[in-house]
Nanobody, 125 residues
């Protein structure tokens, strides 16, 4: 079992950047990792995923090209670099770990077994 803790959220103006981190209590080498977000009144949304060796998946919407997921297995940490932030990016951001499909950076939230508590990102206009 692995415990995940997100950090790096906060308040930023539109056009700004934030880097989220997700630190794990144990090794992440055997997990695919993903970032999801949920805004008030909306469903959870896929943001990005990375396989255990670094292959990545992004949704085909406005987040692609602005968000970059990366991982450092030696530090048991996954990152989400967010640039050119927009007010509609405001949400709670969660990282998650998928043990069953470590080589596949899946966007399917059901494949992820472990979730962090989330970190709030607020983008002001």
């Amino acid at each position: 079992q692995v415990q995940l803790a997100e950090s790096g959220g906060g308040l930023v103006q539109a056009g700004g950047s934030l880097r989220l981190s997700c630190a794990a209590s144990g090794t992440l080498s055997n997990y695919a990792m993903g970032w999801f977000r949920q805004a008030p009144g909306k469903e959870r949304e896929f943001v990005a995923a990375v396989s255990w060796i670094g292959f990545t998946t992004y949704p085909t919407d406005s987040k692609k090209g602005r968000f970059t997921i990366s991982r450092d297995n030696a530090k048991n940490t996954v990152y989400l670099q967010m640039n050119s932030l927009k007010p509609e990016d405001t949400a709670v951001y969660y990282c998650a770990a998928a043990l069953s499909t470590p080589s596949i950076p899946t966007p399917d939230a059901k494949k992820y077994s472990y979730w962090g508590q989330g970190t709030q990102v607020t983008v002001s206009s």
